[in-house]
């Protein structure tokens, strides 16, 4: 039976309610740790004379001589693309999910796929986004000096255009970091979570839905950090000015292996699981679960086609990449 118009936007309406509406606290509260991050991936190792020598040096040096607004250099871009992201994030995942039950996958691999899918159309979105946030993170002048975001947006897009080059830098890099994050979060969430025996008391049930959300965004942050970095070193300054050293994903992540060592694909590994945060990224999984709390595959009678799966009751997402 087809479904009707009315019950589809409802329901992308709530897919994106739950999405749009769960991480602007997040924002505000993590940020200062995704500067951090970011200023550790642009490190070029221990010559290189910006470097920090530890997270605590890195925060202490920053508040000393950018301020405390320091800490939230290139905070705009990610919350204007916030409503967006997660709306995406949400509801593709949804409806790549519903599109891969005409497949006859497996419901681990089904989930897997529709958080691939899910990632690398995040991703698009997001990516003007990130080369402008990564532009004025990296830019280690006090908070007032630096122009604002439409500014700097204006001043990419005026020299590089909106190309590979200009504000969809990185682009690659951003498509595997999402790609790759929410392939490994969804496949890895539904698959332990159908596992896990469901508890009838509500708090133990938060509390192993906590416990699985941030095994899973943590897994998921180790596999694809060097995705990461590589976006990170293609989008932040260049060693020289005027030359091009990082331009590629993948050439990135060799040249880092080859100068820097295999550790250096990890680095910021830190403050990105810190700000995955364990109570805001379950809050964020619980807020969407509680809005789809009711809503399942679409069944088609005998032919087994849109089926339901085991698991897919209560939609998850993590906090971020």
């Known amino acids: 039976m087809a479904r009707q118009p009315a019950g589809f936007l409802q329901e992308a309406s709530h897919q994106i309610a739950a999405g749009g509406s769960a991480g602007l606290v997040e924002i505000c509260l993590m940020h200062p740790l995704d500067v951090v991050k970011t200023r550790f991936q642009i490190q070029r190792g221990k010559t290189d004379p910006t470097s920090y020598k530890s997270l605590g040096d890195c925060f202490r040096t920053i508040f000393q001589r950018e301020g405390l607004l320091g800490f939230y250099k ?10 967006p992201k997660r709306a995406v994030k949400f509801f593709t995942f949804e409806q790549y999910k519903k599109l891969l039950a005409y497949a006859s ?9 529709a958080g691939l899918g899910s990632g690398l159309t995040e991703a698009v979105v997001v990516n003007p986004f990130e080369v402008v946030k990564v532009t004025l993170q ?4 006090a908070f007032t000096e630096q122009p604002s975001s439409f500014v700097q947006a204006q001043q990419i897009i005026k020299t590089n255009g909106l190309g590979l080059q ?20 969804f496949g890895f969430y539904f698959n332990v979570k159908n596992i896990l025996p469901v508890n009838k008391d509500p708090n133990l049930e938060f509390l192993r839905k906590f416990g699985i959300g941030l095994v899973s965004g943590t897994i998921a942050s180790i596999i694809n950090i060097p995705f990461d970095v590589a976006k990170s070193r ?3 300054p260049q060693p020289v000015p005027g030359e091009i050293k990082y331009r590629t994903c993948f050439k990135t992540m ?11 694909l990890y680095k910021g590994l830190v ?3 810190m700000r995955l945060g364990p109570g805001l990224q379950s809050f964020t999984a619980r807020r969407h679960e509680d809005m789809n709390a009711n809503q399942c595959l679409e069944k088609t009678g005998s032919t087994g086609v849109g089926k339901d799966w085991p698991g897919t009751e209560h939609g998850s997402a993590p906090a971020d990449v």
């Open 74 to 83: 290139g905070i705009l871009p990610p919350i204007l693309a916030e409503t």
């Open 105 to 113: 996958l497996p419901p681990g691999l089904a989930f897997a796929v």
């Open 138 to 141: 990296t830019n280690r002048n």
């Open 166 to 185: 200009g504000l969809n830098k990185g682009l690659t890099a951003t498509l595997g970091r999402h790609g790759v994050f929410n392939m490994v979060y």
């Open 234 to 236: 293609i989008q932040g």
């Open 254 to 264: 060799a040249t880092v292996y080859k100068e820097e060592g295999f550790l250096a």
């Open 271 to 273: 403050p990105k699981i």
